[in-house]
């Protein structure tokens, strides 16, 4: 039944989901579109050696994946994701909110307010576009009008277009091997072929646990994300070998553990996931897989398939893959948002 489902076209009549898919769905073309804003961001030539980046949210993924790229440049990289920026000199701050208002990420930025030259802010609007044009500092803008969570590959793509600006000696992208992953995971790709729906399917029947380990915990940090905001539905999420020590004797009998798996995985890796599949059941761990062996391409592929699961998942729970409710709540009833935020204001006059 839930592949017949997921397998016809009616089930994707309601705004909200057509709306959802047809975002995933310009995944590439908005990656593109992302480089092409941060390439034309000029820059004055600095020598980058520790870089913070701060965003929260759908943003504050994106600045995961930014400081392990800039990470594996021999650049010192930082994220935060707090109120209040950690100490330290920095020479390169990367402000990314999709919205132009996170109050966390605004909080953090006011330190830094008299290092314009240093500074770049990666949003579509709000209080930090308009900071950018009051104090001189960079501003990549992407495109406005979406959920935030939805805009991950323009900021990735605006943050990497201005590093590349900087020098960065970045890997040339291979586009075109995405663009074919992705066509396995749109609606139209049969459940039998489409590993999204497939694991959507699955989770749906359980208490979905996420199991990483560090060349996928971004990956697998982004479908637990996706499937709290886009699939309404809450699930566990830790770290292997460590969870491996207390997180086993908890599972439920409903339990489906799921491991987004890498070809850079370490031998031991492999082998414990092995156990753990002897230990509970080879029908509950799950595997998550992209087709690249490249390490860029996988981990965006990785990251396609977090989001069309989550969406899947949204259309078999029925719930509305586009809105927050609580989320957008406690803002509104959060007193230190309104607090840091009419600080800013008084800033911009």
């Known amino acids: 039944m839930k592949h017949e489902l997921l397998d016809g076209e009616w089930a994707y009549r309601e705004e909200s989901y057509r709306r959802a898919f047809e975002l995933a769905d310009r995944y590439v073309e908005a990656?593109?579109?992302?480089?092409?804003?941060?390439?034309?961001?000029?820059?004055?030539?600095?020598?980058?050696?520790?870089?913070?980046?701060?965003?929260?949210?759908?943003?504050?993924?994106?600045?995961?994946?930014?400081?392990?790229?800039?990470?594996?440049?021999?650049?010192?990289?930082?994220?935060?994701?707090?109120?209040?920026?950690?100490?330290?000199?920095?020479?390169?701050?990367?402000?990314?909110?999709?919205?132009?208002?996170?109050?966390?990420?605004?909080?953090?930025?006011?330190?830094?307010?008299?290092?314009?030259?240093?500074?770049?802010?990666?949003?579509?609007?709000?209080?930090?576009?308009?900071?950018?044009?009051?104090?001189?500092?960079?501003?990549?803008?992407?495109?406005?009008?979406?959920?935030?969570?939805?805009?991950?590959?323009?900021?990735?793509?605006?943050?990497?277009?201005?590093?590349?600006?900087?020098?960065?000696?970045?890997?040339?992208?291979?586009?075109?091997?995405?663009?074919?992953?992705?066509?396995?995971?749109?609606?139209?790709?049969?459940?039998?072929?489409?590993?999204?729906?497939?694991?959507?399917?699955?989770?749906?029947?359980?208490?979905?646990?996420?199991?990483?380990?560090?060349?996928?915990?971004l990956p697998g940090y982004r479908l637990k994300c996706e499937l709290n905001e886009n699939a309404k539905l809450l699930c566990h999420y830790a770290e292997i070998p460590e969870a491996l020590h207390n997180d086993i004797e908890a599972i439920p009998r409903d339990g489906l553990i799921i491991v987004p798996r890498s070809f850079r995985e370490r031998y031991e890796i492999s082998k414990t996931i092995e156990a753990l599949s002897r230990l509970l059941g080879e029908d509950r761990v799950f595997g998550l897989r992209a087709g690249s062996k490249s390490y860029f391409e996988e981990v965006i592929e990785l990251f396609m398939l977090s989001d069309y699961i989550s969406l899947y998942t949204s259309v078999l729970r029925g719930v509305n893959p586009l809105t927050l409710h609580r989320i957008e709540r406690l803002k509104d009833i959060n007193v230190a948002y309104h607090e840091i935020r009419r600080r800013l204001d008084e800033k911009l006059g």
């Not at 999709?98 to 307010?113: D, I, M, Q, R, V």
């Not at 950018?132 to 990735?156: Q, T, W």
Request: one cysteine or more.
């Open 31 to 217: 990656f593109v579109e992302g480089l092409s804003s941060g390439r034309s961001v000029g820059v004055e030539e600095i020598d980058v050696k520790r870089a913070l980046l701060l965003g929260m949210g759908g943003s504050g993924i994106v600045c995961d994946v930014a400081a392990e790229i800039l990470s594996s440049k021999g650049i010192e990289a930082q994220v935060s994701k707090e109120y209040t920026a950690p100490p330290g000199e920095w020479d390169l701050i990367i402000a990314v909110s999709y919205s132009g208002n996170t109050s966390e990420t605004l909080n953090s930025l006011l330190k830094f307010l008299d290092r314009g030259d240093r500074v770049v802010a990666v949003t579509s609007d709000g209080r930090l576009a308009g900071l950018g044009e009051r104090l001189g500092f960079k501003v990549i803008r992407v495109r406005s009008g979406i959920p935030p969570r939805y805009a991950f590959p323009d900021m990735l793509g605006g943050i990497l277009g201005y590093l590349e600006n900087l020098g960065l000696n970045l890997t040339k992208i291979n586009l075109d091997e995405i663009r074919e992953f992705q066509q396995g995971l749109k609606r139209d790709r049969r459940a039998g072929e489409n590993p999204a729906k497939e694991a959507a399917i699955r989770i749906s029947r359980s208490h979905p646990i996420i199991y990483v380990y560090r060349e996928v915990r």
